[in-house]
């Protein structure tokens, strides 16, 4: 392990800020005598990335999955174990909010840090949750009750869709397809709710009026399947040659005086005894005349056999047989198949054929009477046979229809009850739309709330057993409160000021000797605390000097931030206590501190540098490398300068910014006083007080005379203690935090407008060390002069209101 960890010399990282990757050196290989490189100090503006950094670095300890990695020597990647990863720490604000908890208790402060603060973090985590399990459990169970009883309960509804449905008649439906009256099972009563349609109720009734109506007539031809009526062939009839054949007339014979008489009794419709005669006089048997009983010689038969034939010839005979030919039988009912079919299906139909064989009658009647005339004709027009055929027919045609409609419905019969018991279901479920949608709304309502309420149960459990598990976490005892007390003491150079003093499983914080509430517990105390337990964790579990013996790699994000500045000589002596301790215990030890204060980064090169000369000839020697942050990569940081110089950059940087810096704006302030008053004090020997009142010194300030005297003014009562006596605090004052974020930015931009006044190169000569352009800071400063510089009259007031309180 110790030669991966020593093995670091930067980080890949591709996440954030840098979502397209981008490598940064944390540490310089070994020098040419073989000293490694184990401590770095990272500066970084607020915004550079210094924060991405430190939270990947503390992903790659947790083990989680990420783009970034650690990579050495040619930037050859490293391969960390899990032991690896657990020795490399960081402390940084999620540090801070995660094992550091304060919790009030009557007048006194209860503290839980580490594992103690994980576990009633996440309590107070799982409370809210079982508060919110809590809610639900209710708001389902007053959901599952109002489903189970009460007016809109499941069973209250049923009980009124079935009304509902039976109201309107479902019962009396059913009774007339069925031939009983049916009672509304739970097996009817899902077939009614499955019958669901988006017809309207008028056309599921009518359909089911009109399917009734042929169930009936189903019902009532029982079982047996009805012929159809014939048709009449009226290709049968020639209407047209019998009216030729009746209006046809005979060429009369010559004939004697008996054949006269006998033609006569033909014209005169007598033709039958004319016949008759004919036959007695051909019937060889008979000798005596039937009507008159006169002897009949065969002589005179034959003579009168003759007579008749002359006056009936072959041409009457054949007009005889053609008129005969054409007789009409009468078309009876059951030839058409009438005593087949039910009466009602034949009214129609009988007066179609009654008025057919009307025709034919009298056709018939016609032909009789030109048989018993031969030589008469008869005249006659068209009787319109043909018309009463088609007539009868479309009456036979229509019936035909009704009969398979019928025979459709005997066939099937059980079909269609299934049709109209289907198309009831259908009436009822549309009678009790509404109340069926309430209840399939509650029923899936009461569904939701019981699964809700097995859930919230579950959970519930879950929750409890969590909650149990992290108190069972609280009562494990920590040992670390000397430990932290004594790092305490080291950062407030007091042992009783701040004090962790045992209470149950956990701590009370006591300043000298007194409780301590915790909205009195600032937030830079909380962060020494925090990171007082962090140098502690080193030890867990460890004999007392054998704390940091393994080897291990602290990251340490802003330790050092604007709340703690009170405290910043304090936490620069805690950091170099731990930081020897850390270093001289395990020489593979490494070390990673990043700030965005160039102040704190002089302080921090100030303490590594003194223990660099402590351990220099030890086995632990060391090398310190100070880097900036710049863009995707890391640089020489460069601290050959004065504490004027950073300063004075720190200035410039608050002066020219485009973004709010919180932590800038709570001291800027002191450091703008600090500047004029080391400026004055050093070049002239006088305070910030006396630099406007000097007429020497006044005179340079021209027509902005009046309101850089304001602004001086206003430096010299920031604090009550002056600087020139105490130039080092950075105590953050009160009156200055009076003015908006903008006006501060106008102040200092005023400073440097004085200080190019009183000499134009110096703020040049003392930037451009940190690679600001010259002509940047020309542009800016001549631009800040025209803020401070108007027209002789209406100058020195309209700069007195842009600065004003």
């Given at each position: 392990m110790s030669d991966r960890l020593s093995s670091i010399r930067g980080i890949h990282i591709q996440s954030g800020m840098f979502g397209s990757g981008a490598d940064f050196e944390l540490f310089r290989s070994p020098n040419e005598k073989g000293i490694p490189h184990r401590v770095s100090i990272l500066f970084g503006r607020n915004g550079s990335g210094k924060t991405t950094i430190s939270q990947q670095i503390g992903r790659i300890s947790a083990g989680e999955d990420c783009d970034s990695s650690f990579w050495g020597e040619a930037q050859s990647s490293i391969a960390l174990t899990a032991q690896d990863r657990n020795a490399i720490r960081v402390f940084d604000e999620e540090y801070?909010?995660?094992?550091?908890?304060?919790?009030?208790?009557?007048?006194?402060?209860?503290?839980?840090?580490?594992?103690?603060?994980?576990?009633?973090?996440?309590?107070?985590?799982?409370?809210?949750?079982?508060?919110?399990?809590?809610?639900?459990?209710?708001?389902?169970?007053?959901?599952?009750?109002?489903?189970?009883?009460?007016?809109?309960?499941?069973?209250?509804?049923?009980?009124?869709?079935?009304?509902?449905?039976?109201?309107?008649?479902?019962?009396?439906?059913?009774?007339?397809?069925?031939?009983?009256?049916?009672?509304?099972?739970?097996?009817?009563?899902?077939?009614?709710?499955?019958?669901?349609?988006?017809?309207?109720?008028?056309?599921?009734?009518?359909?089911?009026?009109?399917?009734?109506?042929?169930?009936?007539?189903?019902?009532?031809?029982?079982?047996?399947?009805?012929?159809?009526?014939?048709?009449?062939?009226?290709?049968?009839?020639?209407?047209?040659?019998?009216?030729?054949?009746?209006?046809?007339?005979?060429?009369?014979?010559?004939?004697?005086e008996r054949e006269e008489r006998i033609f006569s009794l033909v014209q005169n419709g007598k033709q039958q005894i004319v016949e008759y005669a004919k036959?007695?006089?051909?019937?060889?048997?008979?000798?005596?005349?039937?009507?008159?009983?006169?002897?009949?010689?065969?002589?005179?038969?034959?003579?009168?056999?003759?007579?008749?034939?002359?006056?009936?010839?072959?041409?009457?005979?054949?007009?005889?047989?053609?008129?005969?030919?054409?007789?009409?039988?009468?078309?009876?009912?059951?030839?058409?198949?009438?005593?087949?079919?039910?009466?009602?299906?034949?009214?129609?139909?009988?007066?179609?054929?009654?008025?057919?064989?009307?025709?034919?009658?009298?056709?018939?009647?016609?032909?009789?009477?030109?048989?018993?005339?031969?030589?008469?004709?008869?005249?006659?027009?068209?009787?319109?046979?043909?018309?009463?055929?088609?007539?009868?027919?479309?009456?036979?045609?229509?019936?035909?229809?009704?009969?398979?409609?019928?025979?459709?419905?005997?066939?099937?019969?059980?079909?269609?009850?299934?049709?109209?018991?289907?198309?009831?279901?259908?009436?009822?479920?549309?009678?009790?739309k509404a109340t069926i949608g309430r209840y399939e709304a509650t029923k899936k309502d009461l569904e939701e709330a019981k699964r809700e309420l097995d859930k919230a149960i579950e959970e519930r459990e879950k929750l409890t057993k969590k909650r149990q598990a992290e108190e069972a976490k609280m009562s494990l005892t920590d040992l670390a409160a000397n430990a932290i007390n004594g790092y305490l003491a080291n950062v407030f150079f007091d042992s009783t000021r701040f004090v962790l003093v045992p209470y149950a499983n956990v701590y009370k914080i006591e300043s000298h000797g007194k409780s301590v509430r915790p909205q009195d517990v600032s937030t830079g105390e909380r962060n020494i605390l925090a990171l007082c337990y962090f140098f502690s964790e080193g030890g867990r579990g460890k004999f007392e000097g054998s704390e940091d013996s393994d080897p291990q790699y602290l990251v340490l994000d802003d330790p050092i931030s604007s709340f703690d500045m009170e405290n910043r000589i304090g936490i620069c002596s805690l950091i170099r206590d731990r930081a020897a301790h850390v270093l001289e215990s395990n020489p593979n030890s490494l070390i990673t501190i990043t700030t965005h204060d160039i102040g704190i980064a002089s302080e921090l090169k100030h303490t590594f540098d003194d223990l660099g000369d402590v351990f220099k000839g030890t086995s632990n020697n060391f090398?310190?490398?100070?880097?900036?942050?710049?863009?995707?990569?890391?640089?020489?940081?460069?601290?050959?300068?004065?504490?004027?110089?950073?300063?004075?950059?720190?200035?410039?940087?608050?002066?020219?910014?485009?973004?709010?810096?919180?932590?800038?704006?709570?001291?800027?302030?002191?450091?703008?006083?600090?500047?004029?008053?080391?400026y004055s004090s050093f070049n002239y020997g006088i305070g910030i007080e006396r630099l406007s009142r000097d007429q020497d010194l006044a005179s340079r300030f021209g027509a902005a005379t009046r309101l850089i005297s304001s602004v001086m003014y206003r430096l010299a009562l920031n604090d009550e203690s002056h600087l020139k006596e105490c130039l080092d605090a950075l105590n953050p004052p009160i009156v200055f935090d009076r003015y908006s974020y903008q006006e501060k930015m106008t102040i200092a931009q005023c400073v440097f407008v004085i200080l190019d006044y009183l000499d134009e190169a110096h703020v040049v000569k003392q930037l451009v060390h940190f690679n600001i352009p010259k002509k940047d800071i020309e542009d800016h400063i001549g631009e800040w002069r025209k803020k401070f510089i108007s027209e002789e009259d209406e100058g020195h007031q309209s700069a007195k209101t842009e600065v004003s309180e």
């Amino acid at each position: 392990m110790s030669d991966r960890l020593s093995s670091i010399r930067g980080i890949h990282i591709q996440s954030g800020m840098f979502g397209s990757g981008a490598d940064f050196e944390l540490f310089r290989s070994p020098n040419e005598k073989g000293i490694p490189h184990r401590v770095s100090i990272l500066f970084g503006r607020n915004g550079s990335g210094k924060t991405t950094i430190s939270q990947q670095i503390g992903r790659i300890s947790a083990g989680e999955d990420c783009d970034s990695s650690f990579w050495g020597e040619a930037q050859s990647s490293i391969a960390l174990t899990a032991q690896d990863r657990n020795a490399i720490r960081v402390f940084d604000e999620e540090y801070v909010r995660k094992t550091v908890l304060l919790r009030e208790e009557g007048l006194d402060t209860i503290v839980m840090l580490g594992t103690k603060a994980q576990a009633q973090k996440r309590i107070d985590e799982i409370d809210v949750e079982l508060v919110e399990v809590g809610r639900r459990l209710v708001e389902w169970s007053v959901k599952k009750e109002a489903a189970e009883s009460g007016p809109e309960s499941l069973d209250s509804l049923l009980a009124k869709a079935k009304n509902e449905a039976k109201a309107a008649g479902w019962a009396e439906r059913s009774a007339d397809i069925t031939g009983s009256r049916s009672n509304l099972t739970s097996q009817k009563w899902d077939a009614i709710v499955a019958a669901e349609t988006d017809r309207s109720r008028h056309d599921v009734e009518t359909e089911y009026d009109e399917k009734l109506v042929k169930y009936k007539k189903a019902e009532g031809a029982g079982a047996t399947v009805i012929q159809k009526i014939k048709l009449i062939d009226s290709q049968r009839y020639s209407e047209a040659a019998l009216v030729s054949l009746l209006s046809k007339t005979l060429d009369e014979p010559i004939l004697t005086e008996r054949e006269e008489r006998i033609f006569s009794l033909v014209q005169n419709g007598k033709q039958q005894i004319v016949e008759y005669a004919k036959e007695i006089a051909s019937d060889e048997e008979i000798d005596t005349c039937p009507l008159c009983q006169q002897e009949l010689t065969t002589d005179y038969k034959e003579s009168l056999r003759q007579s008749v034939l002359k006056v009936l010839n072959d041409e009457v005979d054949s007009f005889k047989r053609d008129l005969e030919k054409l007789r009409i039988s009468p078309i009876e009912e059951n030839e058409l198949g009438f005593f087949e079919v039910p009466e009602n299906f034949l009214s129609q139909c009988r007066i179609a054929l009654e008025k057919v064989n009307d025709i034919i009658a009298e056709y018939n009647q016609l032909i009789e009477r030109r048989l018993r005339s031969l030589y008469e004709p008869v005249e006659t027009g068209d009787l319109n046979l043909s018309e009463a055929i088609s007539f009868f027919n479309t009456s036979a045609i229509n019936a035909n229809k009704e009969i398979d409609t019928l025979n459709d419905a005997v066939k099937g019969k059980t079909a269609l009850r299934q049709q109209l018991l289907s198309l009831n279901d259908q009436l009822a479920r549309i009678d009790a739309k509404a109340t069926i949608g309430r209840y399939e709304a509650t029923k899936k309502d009461l569904e939701e709330a019981k699964r809700e309420l097995d859930k919230a149960i579950e959970e519930r459990e879950k929750l409890t057993k969590k909650r149990q598990a992290e108190e069972a976490k609280m009562s494990l005892t920590d040992l670390a409160a000397n430990a932290i007390n004594g790092y305490l003491a080291n950062v407030f150079f007091d042992s009783t000021r701040f004090v962790l003093v045992p209470y149950a499983n956990v701590y009370k914080i006591e300043s000298h000797g007194k409780s301590v509430r915790p909205q009195d517990v600032s937030t830079g105390e909380r962060n020494i605390l925090a990171l007082c337990y962090f140098f502690s964790e080193g030890g867990r579990g460890k004999f007392e000097g054998s704390e940091d013996s393994d080897p291990q790699y602290l990251v340490l994000d802003d330790p050092i931030s604007s709340f703690d500045m009170e405290n910043r000589i304090g936490i620069c002596s805690l950091i170099r206590d731990r930081a020897a301790h850390v270093l001289e215990s395990n020489p593979n030890s490494l070390i990673t501190i990043t700030t965005h204060d160039i102040g704190i980064a002089s302080e921090l090169k100030h303490t590594f540098d003194d223990l660099g000369d402590v351990f220099k000839g030890t086995s632990n020697n060391f090398i310190t490398d100070y880097l900036e942050l710049s863009g995707d990569t890391t640089c020489d940081l460069p601290m050959r300068k004065s504490r004027y110089s950073i300063l004075l950059k720190r200035a410039y940087d608050f002066a020219i910014s485009s973004q709010e810096n919180e932590d800038e704006s709570y001291v800027i302030g002191n450091i703008l006083r600090r500047i004029l008053e080391g400026y004055s004090s050093f070049n002239y020997g006088i305070g910030i007080e006396r630099l406007s009142r000097d007429q020497d010194l006044a005179s340079r300030f021209g027509a902005a005379t009046r309101l850089i005297s304001s602004v001086m003014y206003r430096l010299a009562l920031n604090d009550e203690s002056h600087l020139k006596e105490c130039l080092d605090a950075l105590n953050p004052p009160i009156v200055f935090d009076r003015y908006s974020y903008q006006e501060k930015m106008t102040i200092a931009q005023c400073v440097f407008v004085i200080l190019d006044y009183l000499d134009e190169a110096h703020v040049v000569k003392q930037l451009v060390h940190f690679n600001i352009p010259k002509k940047d800071i020309e542009d800016h400063i001549g631009e800040w002069r025209k803020k401070f510089i108007s027209e002789e009259d209406e100058g020195h007031q309209s700069a007195k209101t842009e600065v004003s309180e």
